[in-house]
């Protein structure tokens, strides 16, 4: 979902026509598309490389009025459902009440440790969110360069190549692959796969 304070940026075809606020994209798309040249205008975040859908219709004030809308902000309706009823539980802690499906020798393993089978399994999932933190932060480092490749380099020679060497994070490999893609692609799809890169993990992520 997007948000004004994130960074974005926006693409007439090949080139990069925007890299600011949502605001500053929205403008230069919507002055890409008044243009009628022809080519795709398409806007990203910056970090998470996932495509953002902006209605351009109307005027650059009709744009920006939409924007500023408060169901721009709204919480998404799975969001919304996880907030029902929460009678069980511990409200103050933020705990949510769920169903759990374990096969009978796991329920009888928890029911012999100390402080029930709530308290058991949340220890059990901080340990392993704690310990999977790295792998997870770089598996998303990955994902933003695939989502924006898989968006705008589909057609690019190489592509498959490139991907490739993204999944299996061979740096060199990958910048020779792309070396004579369009410049703004080229360097923003690189900035993307370096941070990937330097996340220091092993090329079985997944």
């Known amino acids: 979902m ?15 026509v925007s890299h600011g606020s949502l605001v500053d994209a929205a403008i230069a798309a919507k002055r890409a598309l008044d243009q009628q040249s022809g080519h795709m205008v398409l806007i990203f975040d910056a970090v998470s490389g996932e495509q953002i859908d902006l209605n ?24 919304l459902s996880d ?9 103050k802690l933020g705990v949510v009440p769920r169903e759990v499906t374990l096969l009978p020798r796991h329920w009888d393993w928890l029911a012999g440790q100390s402080g029930g089978a709530s ?11 704690r310990a999977s933190r790295k792998q997870d932060h770089a598996r998303q480092l990955r994902d933003a360069a695939y989502r924006f490749m ?15 060497a993204l999944f299996v994070a061979n740096r060199i490999g990958f910048h020779a692959t792309v070396q004579n ?21 092993s090329p079985s992520t997944s």
Do not use: C
Not at 71 to 76: K, L
Not at 83 to 91: H, Y
Not at 181 to 201: C, G, K, M, N, Y
């Open 2 to 16: 997007a948000t004004v304070n994130s960074t974005y940026i926006a693409f007439e075809g090949a080139h990069r």
């Open 56 to 79: 351009l219709q109307g005027t650059i004030e009709d744009v920006l009025a939409r924007l500023q809308s408060p169901a721009s902000d709204a919480v998404p309706a799975d969001d």
């Open 83 to 91: 907030e029902a009823p929460r009678t069980p539980g511990r409200p």
């Open 119 to 129: 308290v058991t399994l949340r220890k059990l999932v901080e340990k392993e969110m």
């Open 150 to 164: 898989s968006a705008i380099a589909g057609n690019e020679v190489g592509f498959e190549e490139a991907l490739r």
């Open 181 to 201: 893609w369009p410049d703004d692609i080229r360097e923003h799809v690189q900035h993307l796969a370096d941070q990937f890169f330097d996340a220091d993990v």
